[in-house]
């Protein structure tokens, strides 16, 4: 069976993120970018799936910029066999992407789609829900364990306080959550065997779908400074400031 996964490219997690002056959005100038750290998860599963023998082909998706490509490189130093990128300046949204993974998805014919649940830069955790209603697939979100067989997928999820199994029939879409794996390092041979892996090239007017932009960021703020914490002498003088100060009592 075909496995599709969606990797996306953000600003790498270690980054400190700055809001433009103009507050319509944060800098990507000269900032380091890397794959969204729940896709690394989603590649490491496929190519567990792969090892155990149920998987054939893992195929790398990413939608953006031309340098998207480095993206799908990466996830093809990790192990995957090709790359399909989908190629647009345009600012893509959840709806976008999902509509996008869904005419890739319909050219490649994957049993089973696994995605991050979400991206580190938009936080919008929308796409594989969207996915799988375009699709109308099933789909199992937040996956902390993965397990295939008879056409079925069993899939434990985190849920509020504690863990849900589920079982969804393939084909289906999974979403990635942070105790699933811990994505392995691409090995030096592996980069450059990557070099050499195929990357597909398209873009969203030949696949026909629309990108243009649902909603509109009105404004992006830092959130407000922390300011520092400081000692009470005693219980009375703590009740009194959550009384006065805090007004939390
Ligand atoms: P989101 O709904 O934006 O939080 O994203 C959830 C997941 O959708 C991400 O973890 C990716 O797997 C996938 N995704 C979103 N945008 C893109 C993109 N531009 N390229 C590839 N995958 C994406």
């Known amino acids: 069976m075909k496995a599709l996964v969606a990797v996306k490219r953000v600003i790498d997690y270690n980054v400190k993120i700055r809001v433009k002056a103009d507050k319509t959005g944060v800098e990507t100038a000269n900032v380091k970018m890397s794959m969204n750290p729940f896709d690394e998860i989603a590649v490491e599963e496929a190519l567990r799936l792969r090892e155990a023998g149920i998987v054939s082909e893992i195929i790398a998706v990413s939608l953006g910029v031309a340098q998207c490509q480095e993206t ?27 509509k996008l993974l869904k005419a890739v998805i319909v050219q490649e014919n994957p049993e089973i789609v696994i995605i991050g649940k979400q991206a580190i830069d938009d936080d919008c955790n929308q796409t594989g829900q969207m996915l799988s209603a ?76 629309d990108v243009a932009p649902r909603l509109a960021v009105l404004k992006v703020e830092e959130p407000p400074k922390r300011e520092g914490g400081h000692k009470v002498g005693s219980v009375a003088e703590l009740i009194d400031k959550l009384k006065t100060e805090a007004r939390v009592i």
């Open 134 to 209: 375009l699709l109308g697939w099933p789909q199992a979100t937040f996956a902390s364990k993965v397990k295939i067989s008879d056409g079925h997928a069993e899939v434990t999820r985190e849920v509020d306080g504690g863990l849900e199994t589920v079982s969804i029939k393939l084909p289906a879409v999974i979403t990635t959550d942070l105790r699933l794996n811990e994505p392995r390092y691409a090995s030096l041979p592996n980069i450059m065997r990557a070099k050499k892996k195929p990357i597909a090239t398209t873009t969203p007017e030949a696949l026909g779908v």
């Open 72 to 98: 799908i490189r990466t996830a093809l130093a990790m192990g995957a066999d090709r790359g399909v990128l989908v190629q647009t300046d345009a600012e893509l949204q959840p709806l976008a992407v999902a």
